[in-house]
């Protein structure tokens, strides 16, 4: 089945740094690609999404392109925030697969003044 | 705005008992899900339903039942209780757009057994 993978542990950086996080998928048909996040005891919220390849999604800073070819959608921020400190989840969509949501494990990122 | 909304944020009940978590949305969405969340474990699917009185079972359905007699209800069911289903529990909403299928997630129940 469909399956999304995300980098390993937590992601700790200073404010105004870049950010990384990296998100690989595997997928039997066309997926679509989103990225959510969750603060502090929230729930998730839609942060951006790509629906085709080469497709780039954006908002509030972050960005993410759809890479068929290395089957990735890696998210970037250029000059993070301490209000970015957040769980980001990496997840695909596929129709061959009923439109299941099949989400990565998340990745915890600490942003210090 | 979508707003999918919980029952409860933080819910304590004793193991054995019957435990119902409500989950309502107000846009309309044929699509309901409920997830777990566990450290280290990210976001596991328990049931999902397609249609009011449809039922689908997720990854992990065991000690779980669903009920959807309303488009905008989706409750989740705990038939007895036990500690391993201590656990922060997500409802989300969605429908099939042209542009992907997003989800909309309320802010979660964190329920503890004791």
């Known amino acids: 089945g469909d399956s999304v993978t995300q980098m390993e542990g937590p992601v700790t950086l200073s404010e105004e740094a870049f950010l990384t996080i990296n998100c690989t998928y595997t997928?039997?048909?066309?997926?679509?690609l989103f990225w959510y996040v969750q603060y502090p005891g929230e729930g998730l919220q839609l942060l951006l999404k790509?629906?085709?390849?080469?497709d780039k999604g954006s908002n509030k800073g972050f960005e993410a392109t759809y890479r068929k070819e290395t089957t990735s959608f890696h998210l970037e921020k250029g000059s993070v925030q301490v209000s970015d400190s957040a769980v980001y989840f990496c997840?695909?969509?596929?129709?061959?697969?009923?439109?299941?949501?099949?989400f990565g494990k998340g990745n915890q990122v600490v942003v210090i003044p | 705005d979508v707003k999918v909304t919980q029952s409860s944020r933080y819910l304590v009940k004793r193991t054995g008992e019957k435990v119902f978590l409500e989950c309502v949305q107000d846009?309309?969405?044929?699509?309901m899900f409920w997830y777990r969340q566990d450290p280290g474990l990210g976001l596991r699917l328990i049931y999902f339903?397609?249609?009011?009185?449809?039922?689908e079972k997720g990854d992990i359905p065991e000690g779980y039942s669903v009920s959807r007699e309303k488009k905008e209800r989706f409750s989740l069911i705990l038939e007895s209780a036990s500690t391993n289903q201590t656990s922060m529990y997500l409802c989300?909403?969605?429908?099939?757009?042209?542009?992907?299928?997003?989800?909309?997630f309320g802010p979660g129940t964190r329920l503890t057994v004791t």
């Open positions: 989300a909403s969605g429908l099939a757009s042209q542009g992907g299928y997003e989800q909309y």
């Open positions: 997928a039997t048909g066309y997926p679509s």
């Open positions: 790509a629906t085709k390849a080469d």
């Open positions: 997840a695909l969509s596929d129709l061959w697969e009923n439109n299941r949501l099949a």
């Open positions: 846009m309309d969405h044929e699509n």
């Open positions: 339903s397609y249609d009011v009185k449809m039922k």
